[in-house]
């Protein structure tokens, strides 16, 4: 087994994947510049030093290291991203935005510990499923683990709020318990109550029902809750077929918000057209199939959950992006993986990758 090298198709896709992402990222961010210079440097350092410099350098490391190291440590690595993710509530630490509480702020740097969330619970999760594996049709060893941790996590993000990373974790968490074995009337009662769950929160949250309202009716307050949504399609639109061409997008001008981050998809779209729409949709659909065909042929059943979970988890935040800006599903603010603003994210989603590209080297061929 020794001496393998990484699945170079796979790494083609994350390099293509990046590539357009600087690109894009660069492009969206000029509507920063037109209004504060400032400003436009910290966000690129942010993301292309930190986010982009510091992930690179993890992925190249994680991509050497065994990954059953992953394993073993993997209770620490989620009981420490749980407590970092709680942090935000202590008052030197944690500072709120927009009415959310999702940052932390260390020596002078701010970042959203939920990202390390993401992770450690992926992690996590597969540990404990492959130590449970021969008993995971017991409902006490399979599905009653991930609603505890589940619940835990609602505790701490639903307070934030940080609805749409609960929304990303337990999709992710669903999908590795079916990927597992677990029998699918678990999966069945779990999904059931999970959509009478979420039914109950968006009934007691308001912000949630003006989403909800804005999806079923984009036009009904263009100036108000519809406004993202009306100037997305605004911008998808007058892409034509091939785009205005890279760096010409106008909507990113005080147009739409966010246009670095929210609606970075709409800023390709506008600037690329339907052609590099459907092109960057291939490459991110390219990456979840290539993922999920390495963590079929992984050598154990935990590097085959973790790779499984990791492609699940930025294939669903992706798509969760893409379907928010293009009016498929309701706004949902994440960001999308590779090209959005947003350093921590881009971090932890290489090292992420580096992990995959370690364990593709002992696939099955």
């Not at 991509?63 to 009981?79: A, E, Q, T, V």
């Not at 009016?327 to 090292?351: E, Q």
Request: proline share 4%; aromatic share 14%.
């Amino acid at each position: 087994m020794k001496g393998k090298k990484v699945d170079k198709f796979f790494l083609i896709i994350v390099i293509l994947l990046i590539s357009a992402g600087v690109a894009m990222f660069v492009s969206a961010s000029l509507g920063i510049l037109a209004k504060n210079a400032a400003t436009f440097r910290s966000v690129l350092f942010n993301q292309l030093v930190l986010g982009l410099g510091l992930g690179l350098v993890g992925m190249y490391l994680t991509s050497k290291i065994d990954y059953k190291i992953w394993r073993k440590l993997s209770f620490f690595i989620f009981l420490g991203a749980i407590l970092l993710t709680a942090s935000v509530f202590i008052p030197s630490l944690g500072w709120s935005h927009g009415g959310a509480q999702r940052w932390v702020n260390l020596f002078g740097i701010s970042f959203q510990p939920v990202e390390f969330l993401k992770f450690g619970f992926v992690i996590y999760f597969a540990a404990w499923l492959s130590w449970a594996k021969n008993r995971i049709h017991d409902f006490k060893f399979g599905t009653l683990p991930l609603i505890i941790m589940l619940g835990i996590i609602a505790g701490i993000l639903l307070k934030q709020p940080d609805t749409k990373s609960f929304i990303l974790i337990t999709v992710t968490g669903f999908c590795m318990l079916f990927i597992s074995g677990v029998p699918m009337k678990y999966i069945t009662y779990l999904t059931v109550g999970a959509g009478l769950l979420f039914a109950a929160l968006i009934f007691f949250t308001p912000y949630l029902q003006e989403r909800i309202k804005t999806f079923i009716d984009p036009g009904a307050d263009p100036r108000g809750s519809s406004y993202q949504i009306q100037q997305s399609t605004i911008a998808l639109g007058s892409g034509g077929i091939f785009g205005r061409g890279f760096g010409q997008s106008i909507q990113k001008f005080s147009y739409l918000p966010e246009p670095q981050g929210d609606s970075i998809f709409a800023v390709l779209g506008e600037e690329f057209g339907f052609v590099g729409v459907c092109a960057t949709i291939f490459l991110y659909s390219l990456f979840a199939l290539r993922g999920m065909r390495i963590a079929n042929r992984s050598p154990d059943y935990f590097s085959g959950l973790l790779v499984s979970g990791i492609v699940i988890l930025i294939t669903v935040q992706s798509f969760m992006h893409i379907g928010s800006v293009t009016g498929v599903f309701p706004l949902t603010g994440v960001p999308l993986v590779f090209m959005s603003h947003g350093g921590t994210s881009l971090m932890i989603y290489l090292i992420a990758i580096g992990i995959v590209l370690q364990i593709s080297k002992f696939q099955s061929r």
